[in-house]
T-cell receptor, first 113, second 112 residues
């Protein structure tokens, strides 16, 4: 069964540093997303990406955040100048259309120290 | 934007009994309602979804009901088993929108 894969599974970084979280969405999907989940809380939308551009972003996705699809398979989330409050589980997801099942990866646990 | 509320936040059920989790949503234009199961250390996994043109959908021990007038939908798990223990999230996207707005989650514990 096709799946969304994320690397690394756990990333520890010092406050102020830059991190890149990587995702390989399901190959024939067209819509890509990043969500985050602070420990014990609900899953929150960060950004959606379609047709090589951001289609929507939340207020969490400030100018320190960026996404990129550098080639036909990878989808990355970059966070610059990381803050302690960026510590969370980050999930990548993809879907073949709107109003259709979104498949989630296993997540990357980001710890900012 | 869409606001999704979910109840209860925790639920303990004796093995073999039924569990019901309820969600309400605010955007009357929403037409797709998925339920996700999240096991410890894993990403959310879709277990069932329903569209606004039907009132109920069933898949083995899991069913979802939708009341569009009242803007609420519920997850029903019958004959619960220990492996049903997890956190369950409802979600709703605003109509025509790609993103999912998740509920706050229900931690379901099945007592053997």
């Amino acid at each position: 069964e096709p799946e969304v894969t994320q690397t690394p599974s756990h990333q520890v970084t010092q406050m102020g540093q830059e991190v890149i979280l990587r995702c390989v969405p399901i190959s024939n999907h067209l819509y890509f997303y990043w969500y985050r989940q602070i420990l014990g809380q609900k899953v929150e939308f960060l950004v959606s990406f379609y047709n090589n551009e951001i289609s929507e972003k939340s207020e969490i996705f400030d100018d320190r955040f960026s996404v990129e699809r550098p080639d036909g398979s990878n989808f990355t989330l970059k966070i610059r100048s990381t803050k302690l409050e960026d510590s969370a589980m980050y999930f990548c997801a993809s879907s073949s259309g709107t109003g259709i099942e979104a498949f989630f990866g296993q997540g990357t646990r980001l710890t900012v120290v | 934007g869409e606001n999704v509320e979910q109840h209860p936040s925790t639920l303990s059920v004796q093995e073999g009994d039924s569990a019901v989790i309820k969600c309400t949503y605010s955007d009357s234009a929403s037409n797709y309602f998925p339920w996700y199961k999240q096991e410890l250390g894993k990403g959310p996994q879709l277990i069932i979804d329903i569209r606004s043109n039907v009132g109920e959908k069933k898949d083995q021990r899991i069913a979802v009901t939708l009341n569009k007038t009242a803007k609420h939908f519920s997850l029903h798990i019958t004959e619960t088993q220990p492996e049903d223990s997890a956190v369950y999230f409802c979600a709703a996207p605003p109509r025509g929108n790609e993103k999912l707005t998740f509920g706050t989650g229900t931690r379901l514990t099945i007592i053997p």
